[in-house]
């Protein structure tokens, strides 16, 4: 992370094409990896650790409604696998805001609603439903007067959610239910992404 952001002070005040002036649109698509992610679970003082390494897809859009001020919404998928196996796959939706500073560095943030299905290595599932506060920082590069390479650095935390659980009973019926009281689980994502934009 350090050496993001040396890399990213390395380039401000250059490449200066950007006039992030009100009314300016652009959309983004972005890969993220790299990521570092923690997950902790409790279930009746049974505290449970999960970390991993993500990668996933954004596809953002944003106008500015005035000058290096814009509004955001990005649609973001993530697949994983982790460490003890299972999988985990994620839909996301994210509405925020993004503020230039100076030159082209820019910092953001904004609420995340994240749809995610756990899946273990015995074909149990748990479907987590996680209200996140969204937060990243990083460049607009320009390799063009309207195409642009943006790195960044991000980072989320979970303030709300709820977990529902699919199991098999006798191989009969399939039933969902609610978490009960006990279960809760703690969400905190950081990471590195790259994007490129198009703005118009």
Do not use: C
Not at 13 to 40: H, V, Y
Not at 132 to 146: C, H, K, P, W
């Amino acid at each position: 992370m350090f050496l993001a952001m040396l890399l990213i002070y390395a380039f401000s005040g250059s490449n200066a094409f950007a006039q992030f002036e009100e009314g300016t649109r652009f959309i983004n698509a972005q890969l993220t990896g790299l990521d570092i992610a923690k997950w902790e679970f409790s279930m009746e003082g049974d505290d449970h650790t999960s970390e991993f390494t993500q990668f996933g897809l954004n596809l953002a859009g944003g106008q500015y409604f005035q000058d290096d001020m814009a509004a955001v919404l990005t649609f973001g998928y993530l697949s994983v696998s982790p460490d003890e196996g299972g999988s985990l796959s994620a839909l996301s939706l994210t509405a925020g805001v993004r503020r230039h500073f100076g030159s082209n560095f820019f910092i953001g943030g904004g609420l995340s609603l994240n749809s995610i299905k756990l899946e273990d290595d015995f074909g149990s599932t748990n479907d987590l439903k996680a209200y996140l506060i969204a937060l990243d920082a990083g460049y607009t590069y320009f390799l063009s007067e309207r195409v642009a390479i943006e790195p960044g650095i991000n980072y989320a935390y979970k303030f709300a959610g709820e977990i529902s659980a699919d199991y098999d009973e006798s191989d009969i019926w399939l039933k969902t239910e609610p978490a009960s009281d006990g279960v809760d689980f703690d969400l905190t994502r950081m990471g590195f992404s790259v994007g490129i934009s198009y703005y118009f």
